[in-house]
């Protein structure tokens, strides 16, 4: 499986737009890469996924860039409930979890 | 909405007990999966499962064991606890994989099990 690099933390103003890197320089062509935030005492949520070309839906974006070796999730608008660890995680047949990113949303 | 529930949010035991913990899930979802989870490491897989009494070793399995008599139900076992099993548990449940590639859909997690062994 792919591994995954993630900056350890970040911070967001509240009403702004979080973009949340992650590095996947080892993917291969058929692998799907896939965004999860877990939120202080609860089980990990899903979010997004994509293959190739950018996704969105009613949580978030992502960007996936041409040679898919990096991608980025937006958030557009981030909230004080945001404030979640965000994993990034390439899934080819088992789900290892890294430390993720920690962002907090500020007033 | 997916549920997948887990039997306990707090569980006490101590070393040298046999523990079980019972995961649950309303989907009909193939694929489930036992995670544990601590601080600095991340979420670690133990063991998932993608069929009735199919079972897969994931990165940690060493200490552990797991059962799946029915597609819904999916149990850890720690056989005889130790101190260094003290973690959060977290159990998770998806489809099948996306055809060729292997990849498994979007997993859908419970709230979890904290364990502290004494």
């Known amino acids: 499986d792919a591994k995954t690099t993630q900056p350890t933390s970040m911070d967001c103003a509240e009403g702004r737009a979080a973009n949340l890197p992650c590095n996947h320089s080892t993917i291969s062509g058929n692998e799907y890469v896939y965004w999860y935030r877990q939120i202080h005492s609860q089980g990990p949520q899903y979010i997004i996924h994509?293959?190739?070309n950018n996704e969105t839906n009613e949580m978030a974006s992502l960007i996936i860039t041409e040679d898919r070796k990096s991608s980025t999730l937006i958030l557009p608008h981030a909230t004080l409930r945001d404030t979640a660890v965000y994993y990034c995680i390439v899934n080819a047949g088992k789900s290892t979890f890294g430390d993720g990113t920690t962002l907090t949303v500020k007033p | 909405d997916v549920k997948v529930t887990q039997s306990s949010r707090y569980l006490v035991k101590r070393t040298g007990e046999k523990v079980f913990l019972e995961c649950v899930q309303d989907m009909d979802h193939e694929n489930m999966f036992w995670y544990r989870q601590d601080p600095g490491l991340g979420l670690r897989l133990i063991y998932f499962s993608y069929d009735v009494k199919m079972k897969e070793k994931g990165d940690i399995p060493e200490g552990y064991s797991v059962s799946r008599e029915k597609k819904e139900r999916f149990s850890l076992i720690l056989e005889s606890a130790s101190t260094n099993q003290t973690s959060m548990y977290l159990c998770a449940s998806s489809l099948v994989g996306r055809g060729t590639s292997g990849s498994f859909h979007e997993q859908f997690f419970g709230p979890g099990t904290r364990l502290t062994v004494l």
């Open positions: 994509g293959l190739k």
